[in-house]
């Protein structure tokens, strides 16, 4: 029992020492423990840094553009190549040669519709597909959007301070052609939409 | 009642907070406690609310929703949970039919009569969206999609 009282009266002379302002007169100990300008600040700043931080997570929007990118790239692999054989619209004979169409229309032959009614919606997509053979040597290409969009994927790739510029994302994958013919097809797909998707 | 230890009386229930040192360093503990929960609450309200404000979710849905259509495929119906964009439009008085409309390829997804969010798919196909009901033609929070070839 000594020894507690002894603490007690430790304690007492600290916490004097501590809280100057109080709201409460000197009525023992509690008040002045407790509810002292100290607390209150620290609560003001808890609570402002958890307003800012709110507002910084709901203020920027969802960036929905790599998931609408890939969706796309997925529809144009499958119209491009259905059960691992090119679409036969791809080629066209000429002279008894096989060679691939040049006015092959990726927009109707895919079902896709690039145009907005936003406003200043200026080409919000690019897409291309490029054909190549096995020694990896070029042999076709189509494309269609912006193609103003296209430079955005070379300029630094993921980093945060490029988030305005355009989402890119770059698939590939394998198709035979009627005869049999291994084909390296690569997909770029270019989302622009920076309004709607950064802060 | 009366509470002891080794003969000394700790407290009373009839007198909590009277006389002794104890009962009122009990009264600013429980000040403390109340003020910190009070605190603690509105912040969590403050959370949630901002979590499930309209905005952000007319945004989410108009979002899924075109990508839900750039995903699909002609002749394909798609159900979409919309529960909690009922909530909202029941306290905003909109009818939940006016939710989401689609023109063109563009979504609108409407919870508040000031607000809206729009969002277009580059699937080329003719969508139409209307809620789902029950047999007392009451909605039941469910959006139905159906998506056919262009011109069908």
């Not at chain 1, 229309?105 to 096995?134: M, P, Q, R, S």
């Not at chain 1, 494309?143 to 430079?151: A, D, H, I, P, V």
């Not at chain 2, 509470?3 to 000040?31: A, D, M, Y």
């Amino acid at each position: 029992m000594i020894k507690n009282k002894k603490v007690k009266h430790i304690l007492r002379k600290g916490i004097k020492e501590i809280s100057h302002y109080v709201f409460f007169p000197k009525n023992r100990i509690g008040a002045e423990k407790i509810i002292s300008v100290y607390w209150f600040v620290i609560l003001i700043i808890i609570a402002g840094a958890v307003v800012a931080m709110v507002s910084l997570f709901y203020g920027s929007p969802y960036d929905v553009r790599v998931t609408e990118a890939n969706i796309m790239i997925n529809q144009v692999s499958n119209c491009l190549s259905q059960s691992g054989e090119l679409n036969k619209n791809l080629f066209i004979s000429e002279n008894s040669e096989k060679k691939f169409n040049e006015n092959f229309n990726l927009l109707e032959e895919c079902n896709l519709i690039f145009e907005t009614k936003f406003e200043n919606a200026v080409g919000e997509y690019f897409l291309e597909a490029e054909f190549y053979d096995l020694n990896n040597e070029r042999l076709f290409s189509i494309s269609e959007g912006n193609s103003n969009l296209k430079t955005d994927c070379k300029i630094a790739e993921g980093e945060k301070k490029y988030k305005r510029l355009s989402k890119c994302v770059d698939r590939e994958f394998y198709s035979l052609d009627s005869e049999n013919q291994a084909y390296k097809i690569n997909i770029l797909s270019v989302v622009r939409k920076t309004e709607k998707n950064v802060k | 009642m009366k509470i002891k230890k080794r003969g000394k009386t700790l407290f009373t229930s009839s007198s909590f907070f009277t006389k002794s040192e104890r009962g009122e360093i009990l009264v600013e503990n429980v000040l403390f406690i109340v003020l910190n929960i009070i605190f603690i609450s509105i912040l969590i309200l403050f959370l949630f609310k901002q979590g499930s404000g309209a905005a952000l979710l007319e945004q989410t849905y108009s979002k899924q929703i075109a990508l839900m259509i750039d995903s699909a495929k002609p002749v394909m119906e798609i159900k979409l949970n919309m529960e909690k964009a009922q909530k909202i439009t029941e306290k905003n008085k909109i009818d939940f039919n006016q939710v989401v409309s689609i023109t063109g390829n563009v979504v609108n997804v409407k919870l508040s009569q000031k607000t809206g969010y729009e969002y277009s798919f580059f699937n080329d196909v003719e969508v139409k969206a209307f809620p789902e009901t029950n047999s007392q033609n009451e909605y039941t929070g469910v959006y139905i999609f159906t998506i056919n070839k262009n011109g069908q």
